[in-house]
């Protein structure tokens, strides 16, 4: 290298580079700073950098998997990556003073801001402007329940049990309807205790759901708060087409304390499911879950491999109840509600599962699902940790929505 000469700008004095590299700290080897570049983490040369180690799941991993993936596989790479969107954070430790933990209402009231700023704000103002119960005062209802996402047929009966109360009870006063219309909403949405019988009886859950919904995390949480309450519980990973879905499950399983059964990617999840309740009968156990596909590209290859999966629970496990549960993401709104529609068509849904009720405004799907295809919500979600995953609560919905 040749012997190159720098002027230090305090002293004007001439440097060859490698004493000019000493004095203002870019030789790293010495360990030492300069006051020119204290607390300045600068490398040059060839100066050795440690650097945090790369992961899985470190960005620069993601980054480089980026890079590396070939165009062949961009459908595969993007079930991963929505399978990753889905893997358990682990919580981060706190800092400072330990925050007072919500409980569920407040959580449900908090994640049902949205909801309430868009829909309740809109029936307050028709309530508090309205001079008449007339034609253009239910009107004016009949369209803010409808835009909320509760949907034509919910929002007649609605309206119909309105106008029933208002005549009854006499009431001339439109801002006094307020009551009548949160009491006629609660009642399209009652579940009742059979809703749960599965939890006290040795069951087959199958879960069900398009990819992105949160269907894995779901059975995940369900799991989980089945085992704390003292039942054997036993996943089968039966969505064998979708990438990464069993890593995912296992993920899952781990961190619930359960056991899982799965099988190769691409396997016949009639296969897996198989040994799942072969396993489910020598272990005694009390609640079988069933992660099955979510495809609604092809009806009739979805009928198909649920009735060949229905079939070996007949004739393998013919006493065991059974639940066919739909997730559905709450912030899609009527497209939530055509995917149980859709679902209802090939597989007799026996209840619905909303999650991410903390991201929309469109909680009135939790009304049209029930009024609309007689397939009760028995859970909701909230939010990102176990507990944020309760049973569904008319009572305490209308209670958080309405701020009463």
């Known amino acids: 290298m040749a012997n190159i000469e720098k002027i230090d700008p305090k002293t004007g004095e001439a440097l060859p580079w490698w004493k000019w590299d000493i004095r203002f700290g870019k030789k790293k080897d010495s360990g030492e700073e300069t006051d020119d570049t204290a607390g300045t983490p600068e490398v040059t040369g060839t100066a050795e950098v440690t650097e945090p180690p790369v992961t899985a799941e470190s960005p620069v991993a993601e980054a480089e998997a980026e890079e590396t ?31 007072k933990k919500k409980g569920f209402f407040a ?69 006094k309807c307020k009551g009548a ?5 609660r009642s399209q949405m009652a579940v009742g205790e059979a809703a749960y019988e599965y939890e006290t009886r040795q069951s087959v859950v199958f879960v069900i759901g398009v990819n992105g919904v949160g269907k894995t995390t779901t059975i995940g949480k369900l799991s989980s708060q089945l085992k704390n309450s003292g039942r054997n519980v036993l996943l089968a990973a039966a969505d064998t087409f979708r990438a990464a879905a069993g890593d995912q499950l296992q993920v899952w399983a781990e961190r619930a304390g359960v056991p899982m059964i799965g099988g190769k990617e691409g396997a016949d999840p009639a296969s897996v499911l198989y040994d799942a309740v072969s396993a489910a009968k020598a272990r005694h156990v009390d609640v079988l879950i069933v992660d099955t596909a979510g495809r609604l590209n092809n009806k009739k290859n979805l009928m198909e491999e649920l009735k060949k999966m229905n079939r070996i629970i007949d004739r393998e496990f013919p006493d065991a109840h059974r639940e066919n549960l739909i997730v559905l993401d709450a912030t899609t709104g009527q497209n939530a509600l055509q995917q149980a529609r859709d679902f209802n068509d090939v597989a007799e849904l026996s209840g619905v599962v909303l999650t991410k009720m903390d991201g929309t405004a469109k909680g009135g799907i939790a ?26 609560d008319a009572d305490a919905f209308t209670q958080a929505l309405f701020e009463q």
């Open 367 to 392: 009304v049209a699902i029930q009024s609309e295809l007689q397939v009760p919500v028995k859970y909701i979600g909230v939010g990102e940790h176990i507990e944020d995953l309760q049973k569904f």
């Open 181 to 185: 219309l949160i009491d006629a909403i």
């Open 107 to 175: 959580r449900l009231k908090e994640g049902l801001a949205k909801t309430r700023d868009n829909f309740v704000y809109s029936l307050d103002i028709v309530f508090d402007g309205a001079q008449a119960i007339d034609d253009d005062f239910y009107e004016e209802l009949e369209e803010i329940l409808i835009t909320g996402d509760i949907g034509v047929a919910a929002t007649e009966k609605i309206l119909e049990d309105l106008k029933e109360t208002v005549e009854r009870e006499h009431i001339v006063i439109p801002a």
């Open 69 to 99: 993936t070939a165009p062949e596989e961009d459908v595969k790479a993007a079930d991963e990556k929505s399978a990753r969107e889905e893997m358990p954070v682990p919580a981060e430790k706190p800092s400072g003073k330990p925050e």
